[in-house]
């Protein structure tokens, strides 16, 4: 059997040797070992940006050939890598404990993708991940480290501006809802300037309405310079694109214009002590994202304002409407039945209308409705109502005013309305007013409703009388004692 296996055996092989056979060995495994060192070289190229060794001295002994972050093996060969870290460590010798804890590649113990941040040949940081695999003696003294490191500066790059970003998103949600959550064009000024401000940590705002290219402020929030910031940002800010910063008054202010419609309608300012510290570009990225907001907010205000005040007025006159008229004038009723001033009610109709729209048309009529709603504006002071209770009835309420100031003041208006005769329809049937004034004394029991009957008898007397006068209405004790005698 093993002949048999003999003869089958190449010729070749079966007369190599001995000492030619070993000599062939030794070069098979030599040729196996630069292969594995080559495989090895090939692995850690691929896993890693290059490699590295420190000696006992702490310095770089090996460098991958290629080099490291633009520089070259031989500007790092013999140098200590803590001079390259972003807070650069001195090593004294021999190496110590607390330099290799502040620097990993000097580290004691393994390090498994740990992470370090290395000075490029160009002055710019880059993030390595590092691996280090520590080198002793058979005592157990530390002789050096070797490891592999690799540049990850751009993923952690993305990573901080995904953080940013989500916590951008989650700031601005905060600022959005905050907002969105308030009606009242104030209350949604006043929470959207206390969002961004705890948003940015800022620790006083301001956002001013800016209305035909003038500024005035709507809110303020927190503490701070208050009028020292509008003087510093304003106008600057209404003229540039982008943020504004400086110093203000031991601290940092920032300012940027809202917008909507491609135009300007407000600025945000804000303020925060020095210790806080400056302005980061993520915080100016926020308050870029807020102030964009804040333009559409302010715009939502500015739209309510203007559904509220047609709510409230009349569309031809811009006068108080009925409704708002009753609403304000009950709480003007109640004030004087509580304090200790009088007030005057003043019914107004114009007389003989009908000719003007009958003789000139419906268009010279509203002309007329608008001439007398100039002049009873222009007749009344800060505290006193004027509206337009319909077709051409208007009414107004004297402010601390009694029965001689009111006979003064009706006597005044009839004056001015002497102007209104430009629309009659006739000499014969001139346009002007009829008045009726009913006096609500202090501490009166009157009610709302029977104080408006009263101005309107006292009108309709006016009416009777000849129009183009005034009445003032009989006192309401009187009234009541009149009707207890006929009772």
Same mark, same amino acid.
């Given at each position: 059997m093993m002949a048999r296996l003999f003869k089958m055996w190449p010729k070749a092989r079966r007369e190599?040797?001995?000492?030619?056979?070993? *000599?062939?060995?030794?070069?098979?495994?030599?040729?196996?070992?630069?292969e594995s060192r080559q495989r090895y070289k090939d692995l850690v190229e691929i896993s890693s940006d290059f490699s590295w060794e420190v000696g006992s001295d702490g310095n770089f002994a090996f460098v991958s050939p290629s080099g490291a972050l633009g520089w070259r093996a031989d500007d790092l060969l013999g140098r200590a890598p803590g001079a390259f870290l972003r807070e650069p460590t001195a090593e004294v010798e021999p190496v110590s404990i607390r330099s290799?804890?502040?620097?990993?590649?000097?580290?004691?113990y393994p390090v498994q993708s740990g992470e370090v941040w290395f000075r490029r040949a160009d002055g710019r940081e880059a993030c390595l991940a590092i691996s280090v695999r520590p080198v002793t003696d058979d005592k157990g003294r530390w002789l050096g480290a070797r490891g592999i490191?690799?540049?990850?500066?751009?993923?952690?790059?993305? #990573? %901080?501006?995904l953080a940013r970003a989500h916590g951008r998103e989650r700031l601005f949600g905060y600022i959005v809802r905050t907002i969105r959550d308030q009606v009242d064009p104030l209350g949604?000024?006043?929470?959207?300037?206390? =969002?961004?401000?705890? @948003?940015?940590? %800022?620790?006083?705002?301001?956002?001013?309405?800016? #209305?035909?290219?003038?500024?005035?402020? @709507?809110?303020?929030?927190?503490?701070?310079?208050? #009028?020292?910031?509008?003087?510093?940002?304003?106008?600057?800010?209404?003229?540039?694109?982008?943020?504004? *910063?400086?110093?203000? #008054?031991?601290?940092?202010?920032?300012?940027?214009?809202?917008?909507?419609?491609?135009?300007?309608?407000?600025?945000?300012?804000?303020? &925060?002590?020095?210790?806080?510290?400056?302005?980061?570009?993520d915080e100016l990225d926020l308050a870029i994202s807020a102030a964009e907001h804040l333009?559409?907010?302010?715009?939502?205000?500015?739209?309510?304002?203007?559904?509220?005040?047609?709510?409230?007025?009349?569309?031809? *006159?811009?006068?108080?409407? &009925?409704?708002?008229?009753?609403?304000?004038? @009950?709480?003007?009723?109640?004030?004087?039945v509580q304090g200790d001033q009088p007030g005057a009610l003043v019914y107004c109709d114009l007389d003989n209308f009908k000719q003007v729209n009958d003789t000139h048309g419906h268009e010279r009529g509203d002309a007329a409705i608008c001439d007398i709603a100039r002049i009873l504006e222009s007749a009344t002071r800060g505290g006193d109502l004027v509206a337009r209770l319909g077709g051409d009835e208007f009414a107004l309420w004297l402010e601390n005013t009694g029965e001689e100031?009111? %006979?003064?003041?009706?006597?005044?208006?009839?004056?001015?309305?002497?102007?209104?005769?430009?629309?009659?329809?006739?000499?014969?049937?001139?346009?002007?007013v009829s008045l009726g004034i =009913?006096?609500?004394?202090?501490?009166?029991?009157?009610?709302?409703?029977?104080?408006?009957? &009263?101005?309107?008898? @006292?009108?309709?007397d006016s009416k009777q &009388?000849?129009?183009?006068?005034?009445?003032?209405?009989?006192? %309401?004790?009187?009234?009541?004692?009149?009707?207890?005698?006929q009772g």
């Open positions: 190599t040797p001995p000492q030619q056979a070993g *000599t062939a060995m030794d070069a098979n495994l030599r040729d196996a070992l630069t290799a804890a502040a620097n990993p590649f000097l580290s004691r490191c690799r540049d990850v500066t751009e993923d952690r790059d993305r #990573d %901080a501006a949604m000024m006043n929470a959207a300037a206390k =969002a961004i401000s705890r @948003a940015l940590t %800022a620790e006083y705002a301001e956002i001013y309405r800016v #209305d035909g290219g003038e500024a005035s402020q @709507a809110v303020a929030s927190g503490s701070g310079p208050g #009028d020292q910031l509008g003087a510093v940002f304003l106008d600057k800010a209404m003229e540039e694109p982008r943020a504004v *910063t400086s110093e203000v #008054d031991g601290g940092y202010g920032l300012a940027l214009a809202t917008q909507h419609g491609g135009a300007v309608n407000g600025v945000l300012v804000l303020w &925060r002590d020095a210790a806080i510290g400056r302005w980061t570009e333009g559409i907010a302010i715009e939502q205000a500015v739209q309510h304002e203007r559904l509220e005040v047609l709510s409230r007025t009349d569309g031809l *006159t811009g006068l108080l409407n &009925r409704r708002s008229f009753v609403a304000d004038l @009950a709480r003007r009723h109640a004030r004087v100031n009111a %006979a003064s003041r009706a006597r005044d208006l009839l004056s001015r309305t002497e102007t209104l005769k430009v629309h009659s329809g006739s000499p014969e049937a001139p346009l002007g =009913a006096i609500l004394e202090p501490g009166s029991d009157e009610t709302l409703e029977a104080l408006m009957a &009263r101005a309107d008898l @006292a009108m309709y &009388r000849g129009k183009g006068c005034y009445t003032i209405a009989v006192p %309401a004790d009187a009234i009541e004692l009149a009707e207890v005698r």
